[in-house]
């Protein structure tokens, strides 16, 4: 089962890779409606270590994207948040937009669940520039 869990994240990222860029998404901070921040959504800090500031259009809940903003305000993650039962019962989630078209990395990663996405659920983080890992950790 592992294996094939596995298997769907890595094919969720790839498919998250090309899709078209989120049309509201702003390099600054607060992106445009629909967008709405996190924090003021759920309870949830306003700044997660290692997401940043995460603005999310309420409708695409759960998968995203969340646009994640360093303390700065900048643009540096999108975030998707794929609950585990709904790949292994073969949900797909396709087109998902992007809030920048460069990435240069890509984190997969187990959660067991939290305010707004309480069910566990694999976080899927596209970093926009090679800094963005370390801006987003402080």
């Known amino acids: 089962m592992f294996r094939s ?13 090309p899709a078209a860029a989120v049309a509201q998404a702003a390099d600054t ?18 700044f997660l270590p ?5 603005y999310v259009d309420p409708a695409t809940l759960p998968a995203g994207p969340f646009l994640g903003y360093d303390r700065d305000g900048r643009l540096s993650a999108t975030i ?11 949900t797909a989630h396709d087109d998902l937009g992007v809030g920048a078209q460069t990435v240069t990395s890509t984190d997969i990663y ?4 939290h305010p ?7 976080h899927v983080v ?13």
Request: no cysteine; hydrophobic share 50%; proline share 8%.
């Open 80 to 90: 998707y948040m794929i609950p585990l039962e709904a790949l292994a019962g073969g």
């Open 50 to 54: 290692g997401l940043g500031t995460l």
């Open 29 to 46: 901070a607060p992106p445009d409606a629909p967008f709405a921040k996190v924090s003021e959504l759920v309870t949830l800090p306003d």
């Open 116 to 122: 707004g996405v309480e069910v566990p659920h694999a």
């Open 110 to 113: 187990y959660n067991a669940g």
């Open 5 to 17: 869990i596995s298997s769907l994240l890595i094919s969720a990222a790839v498919v998250a890779l």
């Open 126 to 138: 596209l970093y926009h520039d090679a800094d963005a890992k370390t801006r987003l950790a402080e």
